[in-house]
């Protein structure tokens, strides 16, 4: 249960990060 508790944690963040850096990939298209 821990290491699947935190396999998801991982793919959590993984998932936000990925989120984050396609943000800001569009911020530096639009500028």
Excluded: Q
């Excluded at 699947?4 to 989120?19: A, W």
């Amino acid at each position: 249960m821990m290491h699947n508790d935190g396999m998801v944690r991982i793919s959590f963040h993984l998932l936000c990060t990925k989120d984050r850096v396609i943000a800001l990939s569009r911020r530096a298209r639009d500028e």
